[in-house]
């Protein structure tokens, strides 16, 4: 079923913490830099997610949101982000049995990835911060586990835990940001690793600019899942823009 936009709802990006439980941030991880940083990369997708042309035409047991098809987990809930002047959908997350992840595709270059540069500029805004990010190898290829240092309301310390993930397909590039108990478990990350690798992403065939969030839309029929749509407190940047990107994942305690 549909949840009703809601004017001053948290965005969906916003993704919980796992440590200091009574903590608030608000400062922003960039998620990406300008696509004249991006290199060139061989991404092994044979554990998905998968291109539209390498799946079959049955959608049963898919939501449909336009550039990506999600696969239907039994308990989920599917969080839409909705951009409130335009009134589009900028990204999608998905809480499950107590973790959440957020997924968002853009368009890449024919013969360029964009992981790499993207995991750079992370890693540098979150060792700005005072924090340090650890590289490592992953389900879906090289990742990142950021933890960026906070202080509570009662200022007693803690620490911000996201997991980054980038999957970069045939002119487009998916990432994914695993938040609560998914980001440092493995157990725990499992079930929603399942969902990310099931994920079907359609690129289409408009020009789009390196680094341009595909288009998202709401599901055309109710799915099983429950779904609410979140309109952010402030309005994405021109998707025009080479900074598009740098709207991505806000790593911000959920109380």
Same mark, same amino acid.
Do not use: C, H, Y
């Given at each position: 079923?549909f949840?009703?936009?809601?004017k001053n709802?948290e965005?969906?990006?916003?993704?919980?913490?796992?440590?200091a439980?009574e903590?608030?941030?608000?400062?922003?991880?960039p998620?990406?830099?300008s696509a004249?940083h991006?290199?060139a990369?061989?991404?092994?997708?044979s554990?998905?997610?998968l291109?539209?042309?390498?799946?079959?035409?049955?959608?049963?047991?898919?939501?449909?949101l336009?550039s990506l098809r999600?696969?239907?987990?039994q308990?989920m809930?599917l969080?839409?982000?909705?951009?409130?002047n335009?009134?589009?959908?900028?990204?999608?997350?998905?809480?499950?049995?107590?973790s959440r992840?957020?997924?968002?595709?853009f368009a890449a270059?024919?013969?360029?990835?964009?992981w790499?540069?993207?995991?750079?500029?992370i890693?540098?805004?979150?060792?700005?911060q005072?924090g340090?990010? @650890? %590289?490592?190898?992953?389900r879906f290829? $090289?990742?990142? &586990?950021?933890?960026?240092?906070?202080?509570?309301? *009662?200022g +007693?310390?803690?620490?911000m835990i996201?997991r980054?993930?980038?999957v970069?397909?045939p002119r487009?590039?998916?990432?994914?940001v695993?938040?609560?108990?998914?980001?440092?478990?493995?157990?725990?990350?499992?079930v929603?690793?399942?969902l990310?690798?099931?994920v079907?992403? @359609? %690129?289409g065939?408009?020009p789009?600019a $390196?680094?341009? &969030?595909?288009?998202l839309?709401m599901?055309?029929? *109710?799915? +099983?899942?429950?779904?609410?749509?979140?309109?952010?407190?402030a309005a994405?940047?021109d998707?025009?823009?080479?900074?598009?990107?740098?709207?991505?994942?806000e790593?911000?305690?959920?109380?």
């Open positions: 079923m949840g009703r936009k809601k709802a965005p969906a990006e916003e993704l919980e913490v796992v440590e439980p903590a608030e941030a608000t400062d922003e991880v998620a990406a830099p004249s991006a290199k990369v061989k991404t092994d997708r554990r998905g997610p291109d539209a042309s390498e799946a079959n035409d049955d959608l049963e047991g898919m939501i449909d336009g999600l696969p239907i987990v308990g809930n969080n839409l982000e909705v951009e409130e335009s009134q589009q959908v900028v990204s999608v997350a998905v809480e499950l049995e107590g992840v957020q997924l968002q595709a270059p024919k013969s360029e990835g964009l790499d540069g993207i995991s750079s500029q890693d540098q805004s979150v060792t700005a005072g340090r990010t @650890d %590289r490592r190898e992953g290829g $090289p990742e990142l &586990l950021a933890r960026v240092p906070m202080a509570g309301p *009662d +007693e310390a803690g620490t996201a980054f993930v980038g970069d397909g487009w590039f998916l990432r994914a695993f938040g609560g108990p998914a980001a440092i478990n493995e157990e725990a990350a499992q929603l690793e399942d990310v690798g099931g079907i992403v @359609d %690129r065939q408009t789009m $390196p680094t341009e &969030l595909l288009p839309r599901p055309q029929a *109710d799915p +099983e899942p429950v779904i609410a749509a979140d309109e952010p407190d994405p940047a998707p025009s823009s080479e900074e598009r990107p740098e709207r991505g994942p790593i911000t305690q959920i109380g």
